[in-house]
């Protein structure tokens, strides 16, 4: 099974992942990182791997924060 890759393998390179820990570091909620890291489009896992979070969680935010934003534009 030559050319095979392991799925929890990033393939973002590590400059990118260092610029979005540089960029979410004064941040304190989760909704609030995921908004700026997903501006990257970084996967789930590369941003949770910045946020030090499980995958699940990153979803859960993302979600959250589009439920603040409909409800404030109502």
Known sequence: MAG?????TS??????????YICIKSVESLP???GILDRFGLSDADIARICNAVPGSIRNARAQSKKTTQSKSK
């Open 32 to 34: 609030e990182k995921v």
């Open 11 to 20: 393939e973002t390179g590590p400059e990118i992942l260092m610029l979005g």
């Open 4 to 8: 095979r890759t392991s799925p929890t």
